[in-house]
């Protein structure tokens, strides 16, 4: 079944005076299924980042339309946005994105507070996502007291801590070192493997490996995808290595 719904999405910015128009996304369609763990790539500038964007109720499409479990995105009031994004999307950005002020469990906390759910909720959802992630001996500590790879555990359990329909992960593992990377990844897979629909935009290509669908972005259209199907880690690894090439050389798409 599916949960997001892409259809033939275009994004043209203007500058201010209306002079110079940029278009960042031309025809995007694409589908993702409930409980699918998607990665998207391209080289920068292909479209990429408005996309993400779009998807989180950020921007509007100049044409198009984004359906997320139903709901129509081009339809949410910019005064509603905030809390269809609350309720219904989680977040895990490449800088974390946390509060420094904060504890790992007040950041953890933070989406709950906004929306207003009782305390007790709140800590038992808590104590089970920390213990899943493996901070639950971390929450009373700040950002700064705790590695990178903690502080994106932490941001994982903010993410996933209101049940979202879908999480949009941007770069997640772009500041971290390749110890931590491999344990996010486990993580992603882990969380992915218990239902939890991801779509991924990363540079990445060993993060994009992990993934069970590849979509490629070119000129601001989808170019090509690549199903794991049986392949393992490494199989994949090397189907992506040479479409970024192809894509980078302007080559055809081929068949995966």
Do not use: C, W
């Not at 993410?159 to 931590?180: F, H, N, Q, Y």
């Not at 992990?210 to 690549?226: C, P, S, T, W, Y």
């Amino acid at each position: 079944m599916s949960i997001l719904d892409v259809y033939g999405l275009k994004k043209i910015y203007s500058s201010r005076f209306g002079g110079d128009r940029v278009t960042a996304l031309r025809n995007v369609t694409f589908h993702v299924e409930k409980g699918e763990y998607v990665a998207i790539m391209g080289e920068s500038g292909s479209g990429k980042t408005t996309l993400l964007n779009i998807l989180a109720a950020f921007d509007r499409p100049t044409n198009g339309s984004v359906i997320l479990d139903g709901n129509d995105l081009s339809k949410i009031r910019d005064s509603a946005a905030a809390a269809f994004r609350r309720n219904n999307l989680g977040f895990v950005f490449q800088e974390f994105n946390l509060l420094d002020t904060f504890t790992l469990k007040d950041n953890i906390y933070l989406p709950l507070v906004l929306a207003g759910r009782p305390h007790r909720e709140m800590k038992d959802k808590l104590l089970k996502i920390a213990a899943k992630l493996n901070i639950s001996e971390l929450l009373e500590k700040y950002p700064y007291e705790v590695s990178g790879g903690q502080k994106q555990r932490a941001a994982v359990a903010r993410a996933v801590i209101t049940d979202p329909k879908l999480i949009l992960a941007d770069e997640p593992t772009g500041a971290l070192d390749s110890r931590a990377t491999d344990e996010l990844l486990t993580l992603f897979k882990e969380i992915n493997a218990q239902g939890q629909t991801i779509l991924m935009v990363t540079h990445s290509i060993k993060a994009a490996s992990a993934a069970n669908r590849v979509l490629f972005i070119k000129d601001g259209e989808v170019f090509h995808q690549i199903y794991r199907g049986n392949d393992g880690n490494e199989q994949l690894y090397e189907k992506i290595s040479d479409t970024l090439t192809m894509l980078a050389t302007g080559g055809e798409k081929s068949e995966k």
